[in-house]
């Protein structure tokens, strides 16, 4: 496949170093001191689990062409840097997919106004980490059993470019599902990170002090089902059932099984290392959030407090 990502961050790098390490023609919309890296030593990544370091060369723009057509643009900024990005989306009208691994609570409004709803797929990526200061990816795959690279449509099942797309991204090493609902697959992963996130900045990121107040875990636990909850009161089923479930559970189990996860590698890795270096990104999508839950007619209390919590 042509393959064009616009971003460069870790998503941006890690997907599209993979992508071209598995055959596809790979372009990398980067820019300044992120574009010069790039073009002198590759996309270098380093695989956290096994230490596995690779150095991939791909093709790198400074702006996405206008007159040029990709098999596919996967959109791959933060959903602060969205808004600047969208004009430059938008002047390309040749290439036939756009596909967001944005996190969003508002249905991507924006991207469907600037490449158009016919153009417009969504996905999210299944792997988390962090960019190091000599420019290498440190990377970790999430589990499929945990949460898979998910692609879909905005209504529908998926159609033939997303699932070629999909079939790439699977042969390039993760873990891949699709959905037929994928706007409420990313409200519902946004109500669970928001508080996930927002319980990271409560303790000043933190894991080891997180995991032992149990004030906090308790507290992000209500969080997450007040999001579900306005959710459903909103004709939204949560996306995928199996998340609410876990989120269900009494929370004398779920609370020290939280705990416990905060204290891992993975979470270091996967959430807080994203929520430190996201500030803006996630402190945009908690607002998103409790302004969609403010719609509802559910009771948000726990999720409204825990965001004052985050924010100081």
Same mark, same amino acid.
């Given at each position: 496949?042509?393959i ?8 941006g ?12 023609? +790979?372009?990398? &919309?980067?820019r ?9 030593d ?14 991939v ?5 400074p702006? #996405?062409?206008?007159?040029r057509?990709?098999d &596919?643009?996967?959109?791959a ?6 808004a600047a ?5 938008a ?6 997919l756009?596909?967001?691994m ?5 249905g991507s ?12 797929s969504?996905g ?6 962090a960019?190091?200061?000599?420019g290498t ?8 059993a945990?949460q ?5 449509e905005l209504r ?15 042969k ?6 699709? /959905?037929g609902?994928?706007d409420a697959?990313?409200?519902t992963?946004?109500a669970?990170? /928001?508080?996930?996130a927002?319980?990271?900045y409560?303790?000043?990121?933190d894991l080891?002090? #997180? ?5 906090i875990i ?11 909850a306005? +959710? ?9 059932r ?5 989120? /269900?559970?009494p ?9 416990a ?19 803006a990104?996630?402190?945009? +999508?908690?607002?998103?959030?409790? @302004? +969609?839950?403010d719609? @509802?007619?559910a009771?948000?209390g726990?999720l409204r ?8």
């Amino acid at each position: 496949m042509r393959i064009c990502v616009f971003g460069a961050g870790v998503i941006g790098s890690l997907y599209a170093g993979r992508l071209a390490s598995a055959g596809h023609d +790979l372009t990398v &919309v980067a820019r300044g001191a992120r574009s010069a890296r790039i073009e002198s030593d590759g996309i270098v990544l380093v695989d956290e689990v096994s230490g596995e370091r690779a150095a991939v060369r791909v093709e790198t723009a400074p702006r #996405l062409d206008p007159e040029r057509s990709w098999d &596919v643009v996967l959109v791959a900024v933060r959903k602060d840097q969205l808004a600047a990005a969208l004009p430059e989306l938008a002047a390309n009208r040749v290439t036939p997919l756009f596909v967001s691994m944005i996190n969003s609570a508002d249905g991507s409004r924006s991207l469907v106004e600037a490449v158009g709803e016919a153009r417009l797929s969504l996905g999210f990526p299944g792997a988390g980490g962090a960019r190091r200061e000599d420019g290498t990816v440190l990377y970790r795959i999430v589990s499929g059993a945990v949460q898979k690279t998910t692609f879909g449509e905005l209504r529908g099942a998926p159609g033939p470019a997303v699932r070629e797309l999909a079939s790439a991204v699977g042969k390039a090493g993760f873990p891949v599902a699709l /959905s037929g609902r994928m706007d409420a697959w990313q409200k519902t992963h946004v109500a669970m990170v /928001s508080p996930l996130a927002n319980a990271v900045y409560a303790r000043s990121g933190d894991l080891e002090a #997180l995991s032992r107040d149990r004030e906090i875990i308790g507290l992000t636990i209500d969080a997450v089902r007040d999001g579900f909850a306005a +959710l459903r009161s909103l004709g939204i089923e949560p996306e995928p059932r199996s998340l609410e479930r876990v989120f /269900s559970a009494p929370k004398g189990l779920l609370a020290p099984a939280l705990a416990a996860l905060f204290r891992t590698r993975w979470a270091d890795t996967v959430i807080a290392r994203h929520a430190l270096s996201a500030r803006a990104e996630m402190r945009l +999508l908690s607002e998103e959030l409790l @302004s +969609l839950a403010d719609s @509802s007619t559910a009771e948000v209390g726990s999720l409204r407090r825990l965001s004052e919590l985050a924010a100081g």
